[in-house]
């Protein structure tokens, strides 16, 4: 739905970082709420009874379930916008938390931990903000969706708290309280949202009309064929780019949610106790924080490929240094490996929602982002699920961390030969491009 002309709103900042700012905060509780399966994970476990790769397959099947409605929120966000698709996200999120909270059977906690908690934050998590926020800014798009992603970091914090009111009150009270915060805090913020930066008579980077964006687009074009298509679904997945994107986000997914939802009970088992495995979760966000923000810019003047590398290089290190704290659990051995993982390999934040967004630009990019995120939700939704069915069918986590690994790497290949340098160049490029034209 293209926004009908508004007079400029005139405030003393560009209304994008509002939204950069509210973004940050939904992403702090919203992500929270979903990486809190990992501490959920083992008091379930140890209540019910159940097989590993059958209770990892809740935080799976979410994700499986979210693959399959991500063009739809794609196609709900070209035609209602940002507000409606947030909103459902948090509403939908929240009643999972608090229905799980009665669940006594495996298909309740599939339903509402997998299918609600997982489908609610994909709504109002990377997914979501990536099909909007990308609109409001051009020569900073990588910054300030850092920026905004950065927010899980800070809600990391949550989680040693949430470790220690599980310890205390068991992980239903965990449940009971991120649900609150999602009612009280996101949903009202969200309320602000507005998908375009037109629909408040603004440019996006807050650049006035004449030196604003379409300068700014004309000048940072390398492929004046291929951007002038008006790219649909139908058109981009008849391209090898597009194919190439998908494998790069699902293999790059499968191993960020293979350590995420299985570190806390691996380094139990290796020697760790529960309220240090947690700080390490949890420490993982939060030194991504610096990381994001400063790879964030870098991608804005080096390039999104670079910083993709980077990010995929700090997962298949992370990896690594997991296979070697079985044999030398040591707090420096884990600092390192919750360095390269969080540090390192959160700097894939910046270049996800920046690589599609400048190979395939269009008035229809909805459903071509959403399309792209179901195949990164099919490899958020495998990466835990394999990882734990290969425990139990070995009775280690050596096989699964060693898939994730040669996958992380896998991953660099693909988005290099997607090639989004070759249809636009970064802000930091641009002068180049235009020299070598």
Known sequence: MTPSPSPPLRLPFFYGWLLVAIAFVTMGVGVTARTAFSLLFPPILDEFGWERGATAGVFSFGFLISAFLAPLVGWLMDHRGPRIVLELGIFVLALGLLAATTATTPWQLYLTLGVAVGSGSSLLGF?????????????????????????????????????????????????????????????????????????????????????????????????????????????????????????????????????????????????????????????????????????????????????????????????????????????????????????????LTSAFPAIPAEIFESRHYGPIFGSLMAASIFGGAAGPFVTGALFDRTGSYDAGFWVAFWLSLLAIVAIWRAAPRKVRAVAGRIAQTASQA
């Not at 979501?128 to 798009?141: D, E, T």
């Not at 610096?290 to 080096?302: C, L, V």
């Not at 590398?309 to 296979?323: E, N, Q, S, V």
């Open 127 to 347: 997914s979501g903000q990536s099909l909007y926020l990308p609109h409001w800014f051009v020569r900073r798009r990588g910054l300030a969706m850092s920026v905004a992603f950065s927010g899980v970091g800070v809600g990391s914090l949550l989680l040693p708290w949430l470790q220690s009111v599980l310890a205390d009150h068991g992980w239903r009270a965990v449940c009971w309280l991120l649900a609150g915060l999602m009612i009280v805090l996101v949903a009202p913020l969200n309320l602000l949202v507005r998908g375009r930066p037109a629909e408040l008579g603004l440019q996006p980077d807050g650049d006035t009309a004449p030196h604003g964006p379409a300068a700014t687009r004309h000048a940072n074009v390398v492929d004046p064929a291929w951007a002038a298509i008006d790219w649909t679904l139908a058109r981009a997945i008849r391209t090898a780019r597009f194919w190439w994107i998908v494998a790069g986000y699902f293999c790059a997914l499968y191993a960020w949610y293979a350590v995420q939802v299985h570190q806390t009970k691996y380094l139990v088992e290796i020697g760790f106790d529960a309220l240090t495995a947690a700080w390490a979760l949890g420490l993982v966000s939060l030194v991504a924080i610096p990381g994001q923000i400063a790879f964030g810019h870098i991608s804005d003047r080096i390039g999104r490929e670079w910083v993709w590398t980077i990010g995929c290089l700090g997962f298949a290190l992370c990896f690594l240094l997991l296979l070697a704290l079985r044999g030398t659990p040591t707090l420096p051995l884990l600092a390192v490996m919750v360095l390269a993982q969080g540090f390192l390999g959160y700097a």
